[in-house]
């Protein structure tokens, strides 16, 4: 891969660093258009990121028009967090995404902050013109000049409308439309959906401790429904970024209504994570199924991914009813370090976008993530991995000519004689840094081993200071191992997405060589194939 990035590093030393008080964050100057090559190193290849600059959350994902939206939390004048702007891109495919103009710009009632987005189908709002239904975007306005001050209600929520599928955006002269009556420090990102059976708008907001429910006839007048939360889930952070919504479960005709919160910090490998709740919603109030009751009682939760870096997962709305998937995305890192990696031109990219089903599983019900069936449009030449007994290390480079820096790779092993056996994907290179990624029968976890894998001196204390781990939930004798690896990252989907992790890596140089482990004993590769991926940017 070419390295472009010599230039630009004395670019920014001439420039200086200069500080920033927003949020404590260091800020640095950003490269001009014209030294992007989108090649640079850590650059992931077939993931969302921006040009240039700082992203954080995905925001305000729609379908519209054949169109699948990906607004994102972005600050344009620098490649470190500072006032949020919302970035465009749109996907056809939901695998090659187009760069678009900053659609939202901080004004004189805040930065604009995370929210949702909508097609207004009946033209509530009367935003719609020519017949046609606007599209509307609801976000938190963040004032801070009101949080320097130590005012407690800096955070309101606002709505801006598009007549012209997402290019352009006009603000409500009204906003805000929620303001903060009850002076909540934390009162933000928005999540509007339509429910049909009380024929109304709701949004959920989170709100510190808890969620909280609002309903409106025309997502400008807003009251208070009902809140949730504060008896359940892990509270070991602030709750941010919640989405509400209705989904089948897998095999019957019954339908639950899921919850996602997010939480920084307090993730199940410390930091921002995304947990759920399953239950149903009447238009008014979320309730707790009891069958999930006991894993997300206080203190305990379910968690979407178990990886150090999903955090700020949300769906898209509007897919069409024919498709029928509930679709999400999250930003692929962790606050813990998000500011620090070490990217110059950008910072941070989204994860893949990713499938739901809602399970009855025997320990319950739970979430399945998949990856979306479109990126198999990404596969280049694929290899086909004999079956075999592994002991040790088997070199797939060396036997097949795989290169695993942009790759995807599906595995199964036998675990009927398993015991004792650490079974694993190790990426190298000819620095001799390592990243394994696989299962540990010993323990029945699933671990990532970043701690040999290239820089991690940004974050000494947080980044790579032990495996990551997560529970096997499934007993299955099969384990189903679906890999991604691009760049500077891995997302794994175990048995068939009971059990997702997603996880960073900096190596100085990139990954070029792959092995498959098994440690301890013995597993016999039952089916494996791997692909070289192609990258998405011109
Ligand atoms: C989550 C978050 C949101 C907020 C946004 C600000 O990562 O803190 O709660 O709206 O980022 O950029």
New binding site residues.
Partial sequence: MMRNNTLFVLFLGACGLFLFACKGKVETPAAPATMLTNTEQHRPQFHFSPAAHWM??PNGMVFYEGEYHLFY?YYPDSSV?GP?HWGHAVSTDLAHWEHLPIALYPDSLGFI??GSAVIDWNNTTGFGKDGKPPMVAMF?LHNMPKEKAGQKDCETQGIAYSNDRGRTWTKFSGNPVISNPEKDRDF??PKVIWVENSKQWVVTL?VGDHTEFWGSPDLKKWEHLSDFGKEYGVHAGVW??PDLFPIKVEGTGEQRWVLFV?I?PGGPNGGSATQYFIGNFDGKTFTLDPDVAPAVAKGHALWLDEGKDN??SVSWSDVPKSDGRRLFIGWMSN?EYANKVPTTVWRNAATLPRSLTLNKTEAGYRLFALPVKELEALRGKSYEIPKTEISGLLDLSKNLGFSPAQSEMTLEFDLTNAAGTNLGVELSNAKGETYRIGYDAVKNQFYSDRTKAGDHAFSPEKFATGLHTAPRVSKDKTLRLHLFFDVASVELFADNGATVMTELYFPSEDFNQVKLVAEGGKAPLTKGTAYQIQRIWK
């Fill in positions: 954080n959350d939390q967090w949020m902050f995370s938190t933000r990102d989170a941010e970024c997010n920084n955090y700020a606050w």
